[in-house]
């Protein structure tokens, strides 16, 4: 992690006390293709999220309570929602947040939980 998702990370600790936090979770983790095994739709969807990953994934009682993305300049905005849009057609709430705003923890856990 860059030291500005260091420091988000300990932003997300504070703010979703009891549960885990994971960084960098691959997509491929989350979710599969959803044609058939070995398909060409299959695998051409493989390739759109093998090589991609989520910055963190809160978990708690082992339900993905939501995917949190830090963006910077590095990110691209269609791609990110594209993939945002796959998320959330399998069942995942994507939080994402901007690098150059800093939220409290409070104001992150509301953004996330919706309250």
Same mark, same amino acid.
């Given at each position: 992690?860059? +030291?500005?998702e260091?420091?988000f990370?300990?932003? *997300? *600790?504070?703010?979703?006390p009891?549960? &885990?936090i994971w960084? &960098?979770v691959p997509i491929?983790? *989350?979710?599969?293709?959803?044609?058939?095994?070995?398909?060409?739709?299959?695998w051409?969807g493989?390739?759109? =999220? +093998?090589?991609?990953?989520?910055d963190?994934?809160?978990?708690?009682n082992?339900?993905?309570?939501?995917i =949190?993305?830090?963006?910077?300049?590095s990110?691209?905005a269609?791609k990110?929602?594209?993939?945002? &849009? =796959?998320?959330? +057609?399998?069942?995942y709430r994507v939080?994402r947040?901007?690098?150059?705003r800093?939220p409290?923890?409070? &104001? =992150?856990?509301?953004a996330v939980?919706?309250?």
């Amino acid at each position: 992690m860059t +030291s500005n998702e260091r420091e988000f990370y300990g932003r *997300l *600790l504070v703010a979703f006390p009891g549960c &885990q936090i994971w960084p &960098q979770v691959p997509i491929l983790a *989350l979710l599969r293709p959803d044609a058939k095994e070995g398909s060409r739709a299959f695998w051409r969807g493989f390739r759109m =999220i +093998s090589n991609a990953r989520v910055d963190w994934v809160v978990v708690e009682n082992l339900e993905v309570l939501a995917i =949190i993305e830090l963006d910077d300049r590095s990110h691209d905005a269609r791609k990110d929602a594209k993939r945002d &849009q =796959i998320l959330a +057609s399998c069942g995942y709430r994507v939080v994402r947040f901007d690098t150059k705003r800093r939220p409290p923890p409070e &104001q =992150i856990r509301r953004a996330v939980m919706g309250s």
